[in-house]
């Protein structure tokens, strides 16, 4: 008996920290600090990721399908009018929001390998990669020409972004083993930042980020993809925690930036190509302490929840606004008409990753664990 209590007292102890990890205070707080999910216990997800993950996709779904429209009906005539027109315009832009999703991207595919020279096993690695992605897109692009959807749309909005994360992903052994030998990831972001540059220089009057085709789109976003992987080894080496109003300074200046560059673009010789690089560096300097904060402080239950089906909102909001122009609704006014469109849109998403995303991401883990035991 006296023997047994030690490993009794572990085992109740065990018990009461998996309990913890799903009871909360009524202030929001957990009740202990295991609870407080950990990156280091989830290396392939950090908390907080996903509710940036649900907003960034918001903002390029509104960037597409039209703003909340606060300022219908505005007189834009008069210089207070004219001034908060042009403020709410610039407000929301979808581009930088991709942005966003690199370094994002970037984060989660080097985080795990933080510390190893190769990856493990590629087929496991390539297969869990492509899969995901690819068993929603085929779907969609098929759906897409069905109700008429063209292609060159297509491309501009979603696509090139798409193709521009299968090729990092099949760059990214590579990428991993150069830097092996060096002391960080900076002189390959400082490299990718040149030629991004020098794509940019091919048509130094772009307005548009995606502007120089499949061919070159990928090498102008590559930068903001490697700040995100040099995100994860700062994460990893680092657990600085950020208040609570520093955090809100650096959201505050993140947006303020995205509108700087959206306002750039259309009232200005300036374009995206030119701005957002910069924009995704900051961004990577802002999730650093986005991750640490999150570790402490927990997000929001339905963001977080809404980002688990979020590339399925990036990847099917223009087929459910196509499909949402022929639903016989009447006009009842702008806010409940871009309401209603709206929540058709997001209603779409989530069934549509019901239908697709969710079973792609069980059979990608499915086909990498079995690729993964045969050729480790």
């Known amino acids: 008996m006296v023997s047994g209590a030690p490993i009794e007292k572990r085992k109740l102890e065990e018990m009461l920290s998996r309990v913890a990890n799903f009871v909360k205070l009524p202030s929001g707080r957990v009740r202990t600090r295991t609870a407080t999910l950990q990156i280091n216990s989830a290396p392939h997800v950090a908390r907080g990721l996903d509710s940036i993950r649900f907003l960034c996709a918001s903002w390029v779904v509104m960037d597409h399908i039209g703003d909340p429209p606060i300022t219908a009906g505005i007189d834009k005539s008069s210089v207070l009018g004219w001034l908060i027109n042009g403020i709410w315009n610039n407000a929301i832009s979808g581009p930088a929001a991709v942005i966003v ?48 959807i063209h292609l060159n749309l297509f491309n501009e909005t979603i696509l090139w972004s798409l193709l521009a994360e299968l090729i990092y992903y099949s760059l990214y052994p590579l990428l991993l083993a150069l830097r092996q030998r060096l ?10 930042f040149v030629i991004a540059l020098a794509v940019a220089a091919t048509d130094p009057t772009a307005g548009d980020y995606p502007s120089y085709g499949f061919a070159l789109n990928w ?10 992987c040099e995100v994860a080894e700062q994460i990893r080496n680092s657990s600085d925690r950020t208040s609570n109003s520093a955090i809100w300074r650096w959201r505050a200046a ?9 306002a750039l673009r259309f009232h200005s010789p300036i374009g995206y190509p030119w701005t957002l690089n910069l924009f995704g560096m900051f961004v990577a300097v802002w999730l ?7 570790q402490s402080v927990p997000p929001f239950r339905l963001a977080e929840w809404a980002g688990r089906w979020s590339y399925s909102l990036y990847l099917s909001h223009i087929l459910a606004n196509t499909i949402f122009k022929h639903v016989p609704i009447p006009n009842l006014g702008f806010f409940i008409n871009w309401a209603c469109q709206m929540s058709f849109v997001l209603i779409f998403a989530f069934i549509f990753a019901l239908a ?21």
């Open 101 to 148: 999703f690199f370094v994002i991207s970037g984060f989660c595919i080097h985080y795990p390998q933080t510390g190893k020279k190769v990856i493990g096993s590629l087929p496991s690695y390539f297969a869990r990669r492509y899969i995901r992605i690819l068993v929603p897109l085929v779907p969609a692009i098929v759906v897409s020409v069905l109700l008429g």
């Open 183 to 192: 002391t960080s990831w900076i002189p390959l972001i400082a490299g990718a």
């Open 219 to 228: 090498l102008l976003g590559l930068p903001c993809w490697l700040a995100g």
């Open 254 to 262: 993140v947006w303020f930036l995205a509108f700087v560059c959206c």
């Open 288 to 294: 650093v302490r986005e991750i640490h904060h999150f």
């Open 356 to 376: 697709l995303e969710f079973p792609g991401h069980a059979f990608a883990r499915w086909a990498g664990n079995g690729l993964g035991k045969r050729w480790s």
